[in-house]
């Protein structure tokens, strides 16, 4: 198999990652714009208050933010202070966001390893008004870690690669 096809087969495999949490994100605001209108018909018309939909809501808002942060990672467009690495000539802004990469690649493998325990730890344990494994409320910081690492680490090898590949063309010119 040739790098580039093989390059091109992670590219399509992450990015269907990044697509599928994307439409998970989008699922899960669905369901909680339809559960916070279940609550408030519970609440004023039938004036019993469904006590689940709070417990539900948070669960939903952690799997939303951890796996659209997962997905901005992939696209670019997650937080990040870019003025300084774009002020620099060109060689050191590669160097730059090779460097920014491999942190951030660093910290979600880090976040992946940590929130496993986590995962484990808290299987035994029920979330209130659920009854689900309190590990549902990890789950999204477990993948979101393993996510992040895989996106900023395709970048960092592809950025090595494209170096070196560059490096070998200009030994091949002279």
């Known amino acids: ?15 269907w990652m990044s697509g599928a949490s994307i ?7 669905v369901v909680l714009v339809a559960i916070f209108g279940w609550l408030v018909f519970g609440r004023y018309i039938l004036n019993a208050t ?5 417990q539900l809501s948070l669960l939903l ?16 467009t997650h937080l990040g202070v870019t003025f300084l690495r774009d002020g620099l000539p060109r060689p050191l802004r590669r160097i730059a966001t090779l460097i920014a990469d491999t942190a951030v690649a660093g910290f979600g493998l880090v976040m992946m390893l940590a929130c496993l325990e ?6 035994s344990t029920k979330l209130p008004m659920l009854n689900v494994p309190e590990s549902l409320r990890t789950l999204p910081a477990l993948l979101s870690g393993g996510m992040i690492f895989l996106f900023a680490g395709a970048r960092v090898i592809g ?6 590949q560059g490096s070998s063309r200009a030994g091949e010119e002279n």
Do not use: K
Request: aromatic share 16%.
């Open 1 to 15: 198999m040739s790098q580039s096809r093989a390059r091109s087969g992670l590219g399509q495999c992450l990015r």
């Open 23 to 29: 439409f998970a994100c989008s699922c899960a605001m």
């Open 50 to 54: 469904p006590t689940w939909v709070e």
């Open 61 to 76: 808002v952690v799997y939303i933010t951890f796996l659209g942060s997962a997905a901005g990672v992939y696209e670019g």
């Open 118 to 123: 986590l995962f484990e730890f808290g299987w």
């Open 159 to 164: 950025t090595v690669a494209d170096f070196i």
